[in-house]
């Protein structure tokens, strides 16, 4: 699948940090990893960490798919807001889910350290708005409820906006922990740190065919030679149809700009990460190399050429809501591109076992969420492959889809 349109800032601003072979002879493992971006490196460095034999494959280069198209901006909050998806999965369901990657965020901030820095990642705070004057009694709500379960949020009324900013929202929901990262550089480090710990990684190499036994399952490779192993970890993203025969996704194209660099950009309110309750809604935030990034407008589908197609007209869109929030702030188009993402319902990830795939567990962070669920995805695997069960893995499990 071609996921990505235009010319994505990360990879032009980092550039080639690291290259992996080919594979070029037959391997075994306990656990192959398929896919090399930012969820399939967090999961071989977990899987490494805790002593477990692991082989990475990717078709493409590493971290040149969707983790080189995200704008990476973390937030524990979903798509679907807290208040909705208590209806749709019950409270207890849904509060775990939000707390799962409340605390994800810490989790992440302890990797990048542990790492040693030097990813872009920041914790920060941020705004989600209201679009319109109709949407701040949900927000109302959505304070309240977030308030009963312990969240630290705060209420900015239309003239807190006007006295820290330009945004023109009428309301905002302050929330207090958010972060914001470089996937593409995160990717590089954790590979590196997992190929330390005995991983073996490979890239330019397809997987052509599977085949399952009673003791694990075999991989076929465009280039020949084939990997055996016992337990198969999906982390392809949006292109899982060839190892999920269920349609559980939609599939959206988004679309983001960065800009040249500026010592401020005037009416940001302290740098925090923007978004709306509009769907679908334009988001920001800024870079570390002092760029701002605003990012939407997203269309249904993933067509390479329509999307291709429609990259001018949604780049100079962004550019004037970039306008509108922010006219005091010179928005000077560095790069611009488009990428392709998947939502789910209920707006959770599906992490674990599928009960129609033997010998698989799947890590898709789909959703506006996808690095915080990538995070999640890892430890429930570690712990399902090391100790065979998981304390988060209910929440996310495939059964709440294929139920209904």
């Known amino acids: 699948m071609d996921l990505i349109s235009g010319q994505p800032f990360w990879p032009l601003r980092n550039g080639l940090i690291a290259s992996y072979p080919a594979l070029d002879s037959s391997v075994e493992c306990q656990v192959a990893v398929l896919g ?25 280069d590493v971290a040149t798919g969707s983790t080189a198209a995200s704008t990476c901006l973390l937030q524990y909050e979903l798509d679907v807001p807290l208040h ?18 409340h605390v994800a965020l810490g989790t992440l901030a302890k990797i990048d350290r542990r790492l040693g820095g030097g990813h872009g990642f920041k914790r920060t705070k941020s705004l989600q708005g209201a679009s319109r004057a109709e949407h701040v009694p949900g927000l109302r709500r959505e304070l309240l409820l977030r308030r009963r379960h312990g969240f630290a949020v705060e209420w900015w009324s239309r003239a807190q906006l006007n006295r820290l900013s330009t945004l023109p929202y009428p309301a905002a929901l302050h929330v207090l922990d958010a972060a914001q990262v470089d996937g593409h550089r995160l990717t590089h480090a954790l590979l590196r740190a997992a190929a330390g710990r005995g991983a073996r990684i490979y890239d330019r190499t397809g997987v052509t065919r599977r085949t399952t036994t009673r003791h694990g399952i075999t991989l076929r490779t465009d280039r020949g030679p084939i990997i055996r192993a016992r337990r198969l970890i999906v982390a392809t993203g949006y292109e899982t149809a060839p190892y999920l ?12 700009l960065v800009t040249e660099p500026r010592d401020e950009f005037s009416g940001w309110p302290g740098n925090r990460l923007i978004w709306e309750t509009a769907r679908p809604y334009v988001y920001l935030r800024t870079t570390d190399d002092g760029r701002a990034l605003i990012g939407g407008y997203d269309e249904p589908g993933c067509n390479p050429r329509r ?39 209920d707006g959770l990830p599906y992490i674990g076992a599928h009960p129609r795939v033997p010998h698989t567990l799947f890590a898709l962070g789909y959703g506006g969420n996808g690095i915080v669920f990538s995070l999640i995805a890892a430890e429930i695997i570690r712990d399902l492959v090391c100790e065979g069960r998981s304390r988060d893995a209910d929440l996310f499990r495939f059964e709440r889809a294929l139920a209904r």
């Open 36 to 60: 090399a971006g930012i969820t399939g490196a967090l999961v071989a460095w977990h899987l490494a960490e805790a002593g477990v034999d692991v082989v990475v494959v990717d078709k493409r």
């Open 84 to 101: 909705r998806l208590v209806q749709r999965v019950g409270e207890d369901h849904a509060v775990r889910a939000y707390r799962a990657c």
């Open 307 to 345: 999307r291709e197609a429609l990259l001018p007209q949604k780049t100079a869109r962004l550019v004037r809501r970039f306008g509108q929030l922010l006219p005091e702030a010179e928005c000077e188009v560095a790069c611009s591109w488009a990428g392709t993402f998947a939502e789910t319902p």
């Open 245 to 256: 025969a269920d349609a559980l996704t939609q599939l959206t194209s988004t679309f983001a």
